[in-house]
């Protein structure tokens, strides 16, 4: 028996990235559309796939990993659906339906971050880590995880990004970022937030400029936060911030120094190394973690929700 | 066929609780033995379920419910034992392996809060939420959490209770009770806390002292940050701090406030009630915990940890 193939669909605010095969390794065909009005982008994805289909065989399942908020509700009639965006178009977008009708296979959704969990938990950085977190820290920050095998979903998609962590006011006078909260976690860590606080962007930010050491020390608490609710095996932490390369082993010292020697786990002392992990996809988790959740969507797996 | 007959243990630090039924509107034979030493109070404990098991009938598999910490790795040597406590002779006492040997069935070993979380998830104020969390405001604070219709568990069980929150410094000078973090969400809010900062304890502050303002804010950013990472269906507050009956209704206000509108869903407005709830099974949680494991430790079910 030969491996399924899978298609994969991942839909970010400026472009689709559509891809068939059955992993990082074979990557069967691949095309990129920029993201213009629903109806057409999904058009374009669908016909992809059906090219694929007519003239070099069957795909077992999609996967879509979409920018959010969507709903993944299985008991909604609008599962599938992205909510509200302020993106013009897509406010009320039906994602998995067009798909599915057209090709006639399971489908499966999650949010971008939660398929980078799945794709990095079966290829990458979280391979054999259960519980396994993703963060991504850019203009916004943003989570995802796989617990019990399955990615996790509950009232809403958990985001990480919006808990309340202590702010260092005398060091720190701005205010934060987030203009629901204000100083948040994502309104004082973002990227976003550190182009605010210090006007100029991460990037141009040398290793010495005190920017980094605030920027770790929240990072950590946030971290901190995650480790006390969730307990993951491993956290990949990933996005555009984290491309400062010194950042993640400042964020290792800082999630060391706020445990304090309480959780007396190995993981936490010398093994932070291998804890608190860079992710291993790259550039890649996003349609990766398409194809992934549309693995899952195939019976037997059960690793993501798919359509009824 | 009849239902299974399950047998609870919950260990608690003064006193042994042990039960047999099928759950709360059926328990068919109890007992109380204060904890002394771990082989008299086990070994006591196994002789209750002994005498039911010739007496009565069979028992189908046994649950723990204990204090801790525990080692609850399933590939551990050292599974089902207490790791490190300062109850004498309770350090590294095997929990699982008496119980087991005499009886010869099927044992589930869980923290006291996770087998909480799985008896009000089953029988109580947890019905139909999943993922769910149960947390105790006591002298300490702590947390256990069912995902995808099993305790969670992690590098480490979740805690929960040592996450950093905001402090308000200006307002609460108190720098926190935690001999770890100092003012950790622990540190500020529990009732160990209350007693060292006013003087007196939870239950002697009336409902107009300072106090009660404060311990809302504290715990309402805790569930906040429980709700950003995990994003439970239902959270469940119960613990000797909450026997404060205004208390409930002000954390869930400060929720509401505290989330901002960000999270647009009904149960973060209107249905804020029936979202952060008390408990449904009061001092019954324990041993019902207990119960509730067993029943999780019968092949099929697969709610719990159980021996290999």
């Known amino acids: 028996m030969t491996a399924p193939v899978f298609g994969g669909l991942e839909a970010g605010g400026t472009k689709v990235v559509c891809a068939v095969g059955t992993g990082p390794d074979d990557i069967r065909a691949e095309t990129v559309i920029p993201t213009a009005a629903p109806g057409d982008t999904l058009g374009a994805a669908v016909a992809f796939f059906e090219d694929y289909f007519r003239d070099r065989g069957p795909i077992a399942a999609i996967g879509i990993a979409a920018f959010g908020p969507l709903d993944l509700d299985p008991a909604s009639p609008t599962w599938g659906f ?52 993703y963060l991504t820290v850019g203009t916004g920050i943003g989570g995802g995880a796989l617990v019990h095998g399955r990615p996790l979903h509950g009232l809403v998609h958990p985001e990480m990004g919006h808990l309340r962590v202590p702010h260092d006011l005398p060091v720190d006078p701005f205010p934060g970022a987030c203009p629901y909260h204000g100083d948040c976690l994502e309104g004082l860590a973002s990227g976003e937030a550190i182009a605010r606080r210090w006007g100029a962007p991460a990037e141009a930010l040398p290793a010495g400029h005190p920017a980094w050491e605030l920027e770790a020390r929240y990072l950590a608490l946030g971290l901190v936060a995650v480790i006390a609710v969730l307990s993951p095996r491993r956290i990949a932490v990933g996005g555009g911030v984290m491309r400062t390369t010194h950042l993640l082993p400042r964020v290792r010292r800082e999630v060391v120094s706020l445990l304090a020697g309480y959780v007396d786990a190995p993981a936490f002392r010398d093994g932070i190394d291998e804890y608190v992990v860079a992710p291993a996809l790259g550039e890649r988790a996003g349609v990766l973690g398409a194809l992934a959740l549309a693995a899952g969507a195939v019976p037997g797996d059960g690793s993501a929700q798919t359509a009824r």
Chains 1, 2 share one sequence.
């Open 82 to 133: 992205v909510t509200t965006t302020p993106k013009p178009g897509w406010g009320r977008a039906d994602l998995a339906g067009p798909v599915r009708r057209a090709l006639g296979v399971p489908v499966a959704v999650d949010t971008d971050v939660n398929g980078a969990a799945v794709a990095e938990h079966r290829w990458g950085a979280g391979r054999g880590a259960d519980p396994f977190v």
